[in-house]
């Protein structure tokens, strides 16, 4: 099974209608796929085969979809569980959040609202009180859609001048903090009231003469950006 931390949730919307999906029930749809069997599955997932039939239920009734098929055995027995197409785009869903996830381990995340749309260059703006930001237009969003920003802290460059380059988004903060973990130097920037972490080399801070409440600006091109609508 995937690996999937404990207190996650997912924020499942289907037709209108959506539902916080923990790490649990996500187990459950997982091994329905993988065992074909709800008894299997209660045992997989350590629970009861009432419980496993609740979390169902729960699913199917907040979101109002079936999301699973179960065929009684003929003579011989059997029978067996799977997942509708529905519940397949969910377990999808929640697999694309963990990738996501997994890929950012350490990730600057800030709650924004898209304020404009370029649907011919596929870029988005999104925007958090002072803090305005581009990202790819990879989903089906709208104007006014609360997103979730996530940018990786070694996609972010800290430099003292802004340069003219490749780099889509350039913004003044100040340092306000700088911890040493290995031989990284993680930074913390006050950018228009959000807080950003960048990691550094050693001899780029050196270099930068960087230090606590010093001016800077940092850059990170929009296609470092990853969303997830709210």
């Known amino acids: 099974m995937t690996d999937v931390k404990a207190g ?3 924020k499942i919307n289907i037709g209108g209608n959506s539902f916080l999906l923990d790490s649990k029930k996500f187990e459950l749809l997982e091994s329905i796929v993988e065992t074909g069997s709800l008894t299997e599955t209660s045992k997989d997932i350590n629970v009861s085969y009432r419980t496993a039939l609740n979390y169902i239920d729960k699913i199917e009734s907040a979101l109002d979809v079936k999301v699973v098929n179960t065929t009684k055995g003929g003579k011989g027995g059997g ?11 969910i377990l999808k869903e929640c697999k694309k959040i963990n990738a996501i996830m997994e890929l950012h381990k350490d990730v600057n995340e800030i709650e ?17 009180g002072d803090f305005q930001i581009n990202a790819p237009l990879n989903r089906n969003y709208n104007v006014g859609d609360e997103i979730l920003a996530l940018i990786s802290y070694d996609n972010i460059f800290v430099m003292l001048e802004p340069q003219t380059s490749s780099i889509r988004n350039i913004l003044k903060g100040q340092i306000i903090e700088m911890k040493l973990e290995g031989e990284i130097i ?21 270099e930068l003469d960087l230090g606590i409440g010093k001016d800077v600006y940092v850059g990170f091109k929009a296609m ?5 609508k709210l």
């Open 79 to 89: 029978g067996g569980t799977s997942l509708t197409s529905e519940g397949y785009s």
């Open 224 to 228: 470092s950006v990853a969303t997830l």
């Open 112 to 128: 924004a609202e898209i304020v404009d749309i370029n649907n011919v260059k596929r870029i988005m703006t999104i925007k958090n």
């Open 8 to 10: 996650v949730e997912y």
């Open 186 to 206: 993680r930074v913390k920037i006050d950018v228009g009231g959000v807080v950003l972490c960048s990691d550094i080399t050693v001899s780029a801070e050196k």
